[in-house]
Every structure is written in C-alpha cells, then in structure tokens.
C-alpha cells in the first residue's frame, strides 16, 4: 500500500474500507491497481490509501502470488518461484526491513543499467562509466547508453555544499606550521570500537598534512591539542620554527579560557571564523568532507 499516486500504473479509484494502523489510527482506502516504478518490479493489486506516508509490503499478499520470503538477521529476501531473488531489503536502526529499489542485472533495460552501474561503483559520473564500457576497461562492463537526463538522487542530496566565499587575498603562508586550521567533527552516528565518537582535525595551511585524533568526548579536544603542540614543537626544535597562527569556529572546544591562555603562553595567535560561517574555515571542512 502506498499513499503515492504517481506511483501507479493503473488505478480504478473505489471505496475500500479503511486499514488500521499499529497506534490505533485510521486511514481510507481510495482506490486499488498496479504499481510500476523504474527500476522495481511491479506490483500488482497494490491499494492507494489517503495520506500514508510510507510505503508499505505485505508478506501474505506476497506469499500469495507464490513468491517466498526469507528474513535473516541482517536482511530478507523476496524470491520468485523458481527462486531468483526478486527484492532484498535490509533492517534499519529501528527495526523495519526496508526494500530497496533495485532489480537484478538481467532483468535491467539498457536505460536502467547506467543508473545500476552508477551505483556499482561508489556512484561515479556517468561521462567516465561511459569511458569505461567504451574501451573495455572492466570485464563485464556493457557498454552504457548515457540517457538525456540522468540525474541520481542520492548524488545530489549528497554532495550538495554551500558555494564556496569568493577567495580573499590573504597573506600568503611561506613556512609550515605559520597557520593550522583546526576542527571537531562529529558527534558520529557509528561510535568506533573504542568509543570514540569525534574526530579532531588539524591541518597545516602550508603543506596541507594532516593530524587527526579521535575523541569519547568535545572536552578533550585541548589536551590532545596541547599534545600536538608539545609533539610539533619537540621535533621542530632543531630548526627553531612553531606554530604562529592557529583557526577555528567558534565552537566551545575551541574558544574557552584554557585554551586561550595555553595560546597565549606559547604565543600562538588564535583567530576565528565568523559565526555560522564554515566557508571562512574552509580548509580544515574541506578537508573533514575527504575524511
Ligand atoms: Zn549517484
């Protein structure tokens, strides 16, 4: 059931009753047809009901059109009858399978296929998967027809950035270490095996290398800089250079009364970008985005 109507291929609008939902609500069942969707096989006896959010798969209506459906811990599986696997779905944080919409290779039309291939590979643009059939660079590859329009969704919701501020004409860095720039990322979804879940990372403006140390917590984001700092200066000794300039947000970690007079006491001049203004610190988040 579905509460998209475009979603449908035909659909003979008819009073159905009402479904009743796991809290108690109530939702109209308006009308009933068949599904078809790119990219998913379609559907048949699928119901439009007013106003449903989700998109819902029945196992009994499934298991009725002689299809079986395997649940493991991870995943299931919708098979057909002579046991090609139809649909997979995987189990979500909050304890739902959901399917994805996606068909095996061989029942893919040809305009389908870049769209599958895009996604095969870590979502590549489409102008080199086409490079890539045409000169036989994979086994396997067919070559790839590009479509007029082709636009991913995921691709486009995730790479989407602010544009970038117009580049000033700052003081050019002649040495390493005269500016770091200086972030905290996270709190992460996925904590690591040690329970750390931010990342602090620091960036030389000169050569670009990069320090990053994991953290439980934002409130150890100043030890562990005064242990880059202690380490820096340690094996900068010989040659008499430091850290001169350091930039960061104004974030918590960052501008508090120990930092400042840590800074302070080694002579490190801390500058910040303007709030609410990540461009300004655009080196270190760029960097984060590569991470
Ligand atoms: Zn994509």
Wanted: aromatic share 8%; hydrophobic share 35%.
């Amino acid at each position: 059931m579905t509460g998209n109507k475009s979603f449908f291929k035909t659909l003979v609008m008819e009073e159905g009753g009402c479904v009743t939902f796991g809290d108690g609500s109530k939702k109209r069942v308006v009308g009933k047809g068949t599904i078809s969707v790119p990219r998913l096989h379609s559907v048949s006896n699928a119901i439009y009901v007013n106003g449903l959010k989700a998109n819902l798969v029945s196992i009994s209506h499934l298991s009725n059109e002689g299809y079986s459906i395997l649940f493991s811990k991870n995943d299931c599986s919708i098979l057909k009858p002579d046991e090609q696997t139809l649909l997979k779905g995987m189990r979500s944080s909050d304890n739902c399978y959901c399917l994805e919409a996606r068909i095996v290779l061989n029942n893919a039309s040809m305009d389908e296929q870049i769209e599958l291939w895009h996604e095969r590979f870590s979502h590549m643009n489409f102008r080199d998967l086409g490079i890539l059939g045409k000169f036989n660079c994979v086994c396997g590859l067919p070559k790839l027809r590009k479509k007029a329009n082709c636009v991913c969704g995921p691709c486009q919701q995730g790479k989407q950035t602010k544009s970038m501020h117009k580049k000033g004409k700052y003081l050019s860095i002649k040495e390493p270490l005269e500016l770091l720039h200086m972030d905290l990322m996270g709190p992460m979804q996925t904590e690591s095996l040690g329970g750390k879940r931010y990342i602090f990372v620091c960036v030389d403006d000169f050569s670009r290398f990069i320090w990053t140390y994991f953290l439980r917590e934002k409130s150890e984001t100043f030890d562990k800089f005064k242990m880059l700092c202690n380490k820096i200066q340690n094996e900068m000794n010989s040659n008499i250079k430091s850290i001169k300039r350091i930039r960061s947000d104004h974030g918590r970690e960052f501008e508090n009364a120990v930092f400042e007079s840590y800074c302070n006491s080694l002579g490190i001049f801390h500058e910040f970008s303007a709030p609410r203004t990540p461009q300004q610190n655009r080196v270190v988040e760029r960097k984060n985005r590569v991470l």
